[in-house]
């Protein structure tokens, strides 16, 4: 897993994302967790802005944190037009 380390307020994340297959990723079904501190929380879909540019779909959160707080974001499972699932 990459780890990115900031010190800035707010701090947003963005993944590029590109279905190497050719197929379209359905925007509706991206799903994605935060972790902060010890908690596990699915990201609001108010938290997040989607993108598309071309074959690529730009995910970003949004985040204002706490100071010196431990934050991870992950995505969990995108999908695409042909309800196929991509995970980790």
Do not use: H, Q, W
């Not at 540019?53 to 730009?58: H, P, Q």
């Amino acid at each position: 897993m990459d780890t990115i380390f900031t010190s800035c307020a707010p701090a947003n994340v963005i993944f590029a994302v590109t279905d190497t297959t050719g197929e379209t990723i359905d925007t509706s079904r991206i799903y994605l967790s935060r972790r902060i501190g010890g908690l596990i929380e699915p990201v609001p879909r108010d938290s997040v802005t989607i993108t598309i540019a071309g074959d690529t779909v730009y995910i970003g959160v949004l985040g204002i944190f706490s100071d010196s707080s431990t934050i991870s974001i992950n995505i969990d499972s995108i999908f695409t037009t042909n309800n196929c699932k991509t995970s980790r």
